[in-house]
């Protein structure tokens, strides 16, 4: 390029000369220019460096035809951008589709109930509370909560959580057409978060959802939640299936849901008791929880298997109530440095045994729960007690997996054997499962840790 330059630099320079000579000749031969005339040198000066200039560029760089691609690749380069088109024009079809053939099904649950002024006054900080002198008046305080749901089947049950219904003495179910009805709750099961809601209209305006199977999802699959949030009816919200099979605790009981499917699909406050969905549209997961320093979206968000629903509604509509197998223990999963400081074989994993309920079926079979505690670092180690390595057969890694079989593959009255390590010992111990009660009682004094450096 610098080459090039060299060629036509010189050429402007004389040409510019040259009309600078022209005009000091015009001068010295009595012939005196007028400023229009010296006007128009210049300007024939700056045109011919403009030219020259120009030159130099054009052969400097490469024309529009050198540049041109070649018509092969830039077929190529259009059929990709055609088909990156069709692809996300198919996307936000499928989204408009599922959200047009499902928001008939998905409800918006407004809630009333009545609270003492007990309940109430602390909360906002009314008086009446502990060391003054005077109370609230016996006025009855009412609260109003919200939460979503979904059209079940055409007998006019709504699912939805069971911590949206709770203790309300009216329900309000609002369809996506305004279509505003009492409603009765059926059955309400803390355990799981799942509770169905009885609404009294004609088969023929009531659309159930599609019921998919949550046992085969893989992570990475579309997500689609449909409710309410902060009371905003009919909002979509789309993301991915982030995880699968956490266990988490319902937060309305002492128990623990398995198998939990984990999205970062948009849910808050109000979404509780909507539908998760594939990307067919069909219900995965009902909307339970949110893990959130700020009460709302983190992009976590909890939802309560399908198939899981697929057992307990039924009953809940049929029997109000849904009965789980019990075993009577807490535990948790036994880490390496337990299995190490209980001298256990390295690689031994299971469900460790941490305390055994009174009464329980556990106790009667003469599980042993932890007699030590261990401080290492900072961290507590429950030591001694029994490990649960495998349960009818089917291996125990952990507590989840103890959790997951209780609930989804036992039923009060079953007979179950369990793979204990006892003191380095493996043995079989049989237990009769019994009815899961609303709480537990350890009643066993908490063993101080031993601290250790």
Known sequence: MSVRRSRFLPIALVLTLVLVIAASLAGCTGIEPTLSQSQELIE??????AEVVAAVQAQATPTAASQATPPAEAAAAAGAAADAM????????????????VLPSVVHIQVVKEVSAEDVGPQFGF???PGLPFSLPETPFYQQGEGS???WDTEGHIVTNHHVVAGADTVRVIFADDTA???KVLGSDPNVDLAVVKVDLPAERLTPIALGDSDSLRVGQMAVAIGNPFGLENTMTVGIISALGRTIPSGTSQYSI???????????????GGPLLDREGRVIGINTQ????????AGIGFAVPVNIAKRVVPELIEKGAYEYAWLGISGQTLSPEAAQFMRLPEGTRGALVVQVAKGSPAEQAGLRPSTDRLMRRGVEY?????????????????????????TEQARPGDRVKLTVLREGKELTVEVTLGKRPASMDFGQPQVEPTPQP
């Open 127 to 129: 008086p009446g509370l």
């Open 44 to 49: 024939q000066a700056r045109q011919g460096v």
């Open 149 to 151: 749901g979904f059209v």
């Open 86 to 101: 069709s692809i996300v024009a198919a996307q936000e079809e499928v989204l408009a589709d599922i959200y047009q053939r």
């Open 290 to 297: 949110i893990v959130s320093r700020s009460g709302s979206n």
């Open 258 to 272: 398995p198998e939990v499917i984990q999205t970062d699909a948009a849910i808050n406050p109000g979404n509780s």
């Open 181 to 183: 009805v009492e409603g």
């Open 382 to 406: 429950p030591l001694g007690g029994d490990v649960i390595t495998a349960i009818n057969g089917q291996p125990v890694t952990g507590m989840d997996d103890l959790i997951a079989y209780l």
